[in-house]
Every structure is written in structure tokens, then in C-alpha cells.
T-cell receptor, first 112, second 115 residues
Framework: SQTIHQWPATLVQPVGSPLSLECTVE??????LYWYRQAAGRGLQLLFY??????ISSEVPQNLSASRPQDRQFILSSKKLLLSDSGFYLC???????????FGNGTRLTVT | KQEVTQIPAALSVPEGENLVLNCSFT??????LQWFRQDPGKGLTSLLL?????REQTSGRLNASLDKSSGRSTLYIAASQPGDSATYLC??????????????FGKGTLLTVNP
């Protein structure tokens, strides 16, 4: 069966520091991969998605970037965090874009 | 621009009650609709996916219906249990192009089932 791993679970970082969140999927090949952010009182916002290695589409231009160095690995990064980057970051995958979306357990990021 | 609304924002019911959660969307040209539950501090768990050509989907005590023309979906939970307490979110997918990869989410309904 397929599983998705996301880490770390929680992270507290000072403003201006770099960020790296990692997500891996097991038990499948060539999945579509997604990064969502959930801010308090707001719905989930799609940040990036990837349909293959090295292929990244950005939905919201901002302080963040994403990379897919391997088939089942998706990384969310920032060179310098802002206070507004605080939130709950969720990685997700599906085998085909019209199939159900499955989420990881999320990373709670607090920028201080 | 597609907007998804879930009413009520919060709902509290006694154990054993049957209940309905509502989801509405502004653009009826959707490809499919998915219902999720989210426990506090956790990721989302997929419950049901309804394709635009379908009217309903069932899984155990859950039944989701879709009326695309009116822009509405409902999630029916039968014989509710305290373990059903969670936030329930619906999300719609647009039918074509790059936007087809994107789900538009509602803000969810926080359900509390009291023992």
C-alpha cells in the first residue's frame, strides 16, 4: 500500500532563517505531488504541484520554492522566512490528477 | 473564480443522531468533488470522491451526494459517534487545463458528537 511521510512534524524558526520541509511517498511511482498551506481561519491554499522529476508549477508567487529531486521526493524551501510564512504545511499525492488526493500529517511551522 | 462554502461552520450533536453537512460551490463546471475529515493537528483523510457524472457515493455510514446543476453537495453521516468528531472539508476540482490539478477547498465544518 502507499504511504506518505512528511517531516518534521513541528518547527519553530526565527525570521530570516532558511527552511526545508521534506515529503516522500512510498509504494507508487511517478505520483503527482502537492504542497498546500493551511492558515488559521482560512482554507487550504495550493502552493506548488509537480507531475514529474524536476517539473514544478507554482500557484502562488511568494517567498517559497519547491523542488523534486527524485520521483517520490518533494521539498519545500525558503531562503529567508517571513512571519507570514507561519502555518500548517501539508504534502499530498495522487496517482492521476483526477483521482483522490491523499495527505501527509503536516508540518506546523511557527516563524518567530 | 471558484468559491466553496460550507455551512454551518460548527455543529454539535448528541451521539446516535443522523446529520447532514453542506457544501456549495459557485461554478457548476466541476470535474469532481472530494470530502475529507481532519482531526486536530493532523493532515486530511480522504472520505469520498464523487465524479461529476455521479449523483452519490457511499462508504459505511457515510453518504455523499452531488447536485452539480445547483452547485451543492451534502455529506450524510448516519448514527453519529464521538469518534466522528472532526473538521469535515469539501473540495472541488475544475475540469480542464492546468487548473485541473488544483482543488478548491471550503473552510470546513467542525463537528462535535457528544456522548
Amino acid at each position: 500500500s502507499q504511504t506518505i511521510h512528511q517531516w518534521p512534524a513541528t518547527l519553530v524558526q526565527p525570521v530570516g532563517s532558511p527552511l526545508s520541509l521534506e515529503c516522500t511517498v512510498e509504494g507508487t511511482s511517478n505520483p503527482n505531488l502537492y504542497w498546500y498551506r493551511q492558515a488559521a481561519g482560512r482554507g487550504l491554499q495550493l502552493l506548488f504541484y509537480s507531475v514529474g522529476i524536476g517539473q514544478i508549477s507554482s500557484e502562488v508567487p511568494q517567498n517559497l520554492s519547491a523542488s523534486r529531486p527524485q520521483d517520490r521526493q518533494f521539498i519545500l524551501s525558503s531562503k529567508k522566512l517571513l512571519l507570514s510564512d507561519s502555518g500548517f504545511y501539508l504534502c499530498a499525492w495522487n496517482p492521476h490528477r483526477n483521482s483522490p488526493l491523499h495527505f501527509g500529517n503536516g508540518t506546523r511551522l511557527t516563524v518567530t | 473564480k471558484q468559491e466553496v462554502t460550507q455551512i454551518p461552520a460548527a455543529l454539535s450533536v448528541p451521539e446516535g443522531e443522523n446529520l447532514v453537512l453542506n457544501c456549495s460551490f459557485t461554478d457548476s463546471a466541476i470535474y469532481n468533488l472530494q470530502w475529507f475529515r481532519q482531526d486536530p493537528g493532523k493532515g486530511l483523510t480522504s472520505l469520498l470522491l464523487i465524479q461529476s457524472s455521479q449523483r452519490e457515493q457511499t462508504s459505511g455510514r457515510l453518504n455523499a451526494s452531488l447536485d452539480k446543476s445547483s452547485g451543492r453537495s451534502t455529506l450524510y453521516i448516519a448514527a453519529s459517534q464521538p469518534g466522528d468528531s472532526a473538521t469535515y472539508l469539501c473540495a472541488v476540482r475544475l475540469p480542464r487545463g492546468g487548473s485541473n490539478y488544483k482543488l478548491t477547498f471550503g473552510k470546513g465544518t467542525l463537528l462535535t458528537v457528544n456522548p
